[in-house]
């Protein structure tokens, strides 16, 4: 199948193009199957060496591709082509600055992240014995679903009040 993909574009560093723009790519051959990274990394093989983008794993565990495809923040080695459709608009996750086309200063976001004190502060004082704290099923269960966050920042960017 053919797919169009319009992707967003920004480099502060060429005149006439440091301003946001937007620039169309055709795909061609292009299977269902194929995640959106996928695409992506054809476009700027293939087409585009100047795009820019952020990526690592490719298997949804480091979060570093969150941008957001077709207006929801996602990761694009997760999202297949059948989940989009073959017209995708690919744009870098709202409010964080964007320092080249799809890739953003995440520095804000870990400023928050920090700010919010992510981690247990234990003001009791360790076990005599030097063993570990114990912790009952349902103890973990409070916290667990947080201990599943890979810090992409699609959440957090997608709710407005962060932008403000």
């Given at each position: 199948?053919?797919?169009?993909?319009r992707?967003?574009?920004?480099?502060?560093e060429v005149?006439?193009?440091?301003?946001?723009y937007?620039q169309?790519?055709?795909?061609?051959e292009?299977?269902?199957?194929?995640?959106?990274?996928?695409?992506?990394?054809?476009?700027k093989?293939?087409?585009?060496g100047t795009?820019?983008l952020?990526?690592?794993?490719?298997?949804?565990?480091?979060?570093?591709?969150?941008?957001?495809?077709?207006?929801v923040n996602r990761l694009?080695?997760?999202v297949?082509v059948?989940d989009?459709?073959?017209k995708m608009?690919?744009?870098?996750?709202?409010?964080?600055?964007v320092?080249?086309?799809?890739?953003v200063?995440m520095?804000p976001?870990?400023?928050?992240?920090?700010?919010v004190?992510?981690?247990?502060v234990?003001?009791?004082?360790?076990?005599?014995?030097?063993?570990?704290?114990l912790?009952?099923q349902?103890?973990?269960?409070?916290?667990?679903?947080?201990t599943?966050?890979i810090?992409c920042a699609?959440?957090?960017?997608?709710?407005?009040s962060?932008?403000a």
């Open positions: 199948m053919d797919v169009t993909i992707v967003r574009r920004f480099n502060p005149p006439g193009k440091n301003k946001p937007w169309e790519f055709q795909l061609t292009v299977e269902e199957t194929d995640r959106v990274l996928e695409l992506l990394h054809r476009v093989w293939e087409q585009d795009l820019t952020r990526r690592a794993c490719a298997h949804g565990i480091c979060g570093s591709d969150a941008m957001r495809i077709n207006g694009a080695c997760k297949l059948r989009v459709g073959t608009q690919i744009e870098p996750i709202l409010g964080l600055p320092l080249k086309d799809l890739v200063d520095e976001f870990f400023d928050h992240y920090r700010s004190m992510p981690f247990f234990n003001d009791t004082a360790a076990p005599a014995d030097g063993r570990e704290r912790q009952t349902d103890d973990r269960e409070k916290f667990d679903d947080t599943k966050c810090l699609c959440c957090t960017t997608s709710c407005p962060f932008w």
